[in-house]
């Protein structure tokens, strides 16, 4: 094709005859329940993707780091998390580069979508298909193109693959901010839309849960004595919402607490989710929080424990994120692949690791949509295109074409 060498035309070529075993093995890890909180099931593809990494490089199952959330009664208990796949390949070349996936998918081991079947002969609906472990086949295949390849030394790269991306990545955020501080570039395994359209822009996200004590009384004797936590939350519930503006999203997402009618509630759980386009959005709504934090203390008389924090920043189009996706197009160009990218408000460890100061590409996996549900599917036609998208991006960042 025009704009390929003959060196990185003949790597490529290598990978025409990989779509059958490709999609072979989307089909037995997609079969395999990975839901964020099955820990067999996690332990299960922990232990795939070792034996799958393991000729690459240097193959390592990396503990989670020790993570509490608070429950119904507002009391921290220890979350359990799985095992993270790290993989490194040693090496003296000046740069290196950070490619990241997830094993672990939405759909827990209860939950009715877990097999999967074709819609039509390109398209297969599957639980985890697209999002991601599609995205990891399309990683492992082409760092194995890559490291056949005479490029292959000028490169130094690291692979994790952690077990809780769906849940915030609280486990693996130790393990993410490591690797990223050894690595100058970041490659994220995320599905592309099924245009092949990529992630740009993405806001951050912080998860909290706010523990509102009042006071218990009797519901019709004497009231007045009781401080109602519900009422409270819901009052700091309302509160937020109004935040809610361009640039940032504030989701009340769930009250939790009372009891019986007769009695005035003393204990209310409200958990909402917050999403910011830039810190400086951040910085206002942090601000904004205390007010009605404040506000909701001082009219009700309760007392208020803040749990949570913003685990991933935003992630905004600036130059240092524009070069990587420059090279990315022009690389898509030479391959005949239109590569373009728009705003998301979702949010992947691509933001973790934007927030060490690499460029990221979060979206280089395989071509599919409808993540999240039961009618989640991957363009099995995207298993190769996207495999020789990463493998000659890889081939010419270790030429050293990524722009200063």
């Not at 009231?223 to 109602?228: A, L």
């Not at 008389?301 to 992630?315: C, D, N, T, W, Y």
């Not at 590409?361 to 039961?374: F, K």
């Amino acid at each position: 094709m025009p704009g390929l060498s003959p060196s990185e035309a003949a790597v490529l070529e290598t990978l025409d005859a990989r779509h059958d075993a490709m999609l072979a093995r989307v089909e037995a890890w997609a079969a395999i329940n990975s839901g964020s909180r099955n820990m067999d099931g996690l332990a299960r593809m922990a232990d795939e993707l070792s034996a799958a990494f393991a000729p690459l490089g240097e193959v390592a199952l990396r503990e989670p780091t020790l993570v509490e959330a608070v429950d119904a009664a507002g009391k921290p208990q220890p979350l359990a998390h799985g095992r993270n796949l790290h993989v490194q390949r040693h090496g003296n070349a000046m740069t290196r580069v950070l490619l990241t996936g997830h094993m672990d998918t939405v759909f827990a081991v209860d939950h009715p979508f877990q097999a999967g079947r074709w819609i039509d002969e390109r398209t297969l609906n599957a639980p985890g298909a697209a999002d991601m472990k599609g995205g990891i086949v399309v990683m492992l295949t082409a760092l194995e193109a890559f490291e056949a390849s005479p490029f292959a030394k000028h490169l130094g790269w690291e692979v994790v693959i952690n077990s809780d991306e769906e849940v915030s990545s609280l486990g693996s955020g130790a393990l993410l901010s490591e690797a990223a501080q050894r690595c100058e570039v970041g490659l994220t395994y995320e599905p592309a839309l099924p245009d092949g359209t990529l992630a740009g822009a993405r806001k951050g996200s912080g998860n909290f849960s706010a523990v509102i004590h009042g006071r218990a009384a009797h519901a019709g004797r004497e009231p007045e004595k009781g401080r109602n936590a519900i009422v409270a939350a819901s009052d700091l519930a309302m509160r937020l919402a109004v935040l809610a503006r361009d640039g940032l999203s504030v989701n009340p997402a769930k009250i939790e607490g009372g009891g019986p009618n007769n009695i005035v509630p003393d204990l209310a759980v409200l958990r909402f989710n917050v999403r910011p386009a830039t810190l400086a959005d951040q910085r206002a709504f942090d601000e904004a929080l205390a007010a009605a934090l404040h506000g909701v203390k001082s009219l009700h008389e309760v007392s208020i424990e803040l749990h949570g924090s913003f685990a991933r920043l935003p992630k905004p189009m600036d130059p240092n994120q524009l070069r990587l996706f420059e090279l990315v197009k022009e690389a898509g160009a030479d391959l005949g692949l239109p590569i373009g990218w728009r705003d998301t408000g979702g949010v992947c460890d691509g933001n973790n690791l934007a927030a060490h100061g690499l460029p990221v590409v979060d979206t280089l996996g395989v071509r599919g949509g409808a993540i999240h549900s039961a009618d989640e599917f991957m363009l099995a036609d995207s298993l190769v295109e996207r495999a020789k998208l990463s493998a000659l991006v890889l081939m010419r960042l270790a030429q050293g074409r990524l722009p200063s």
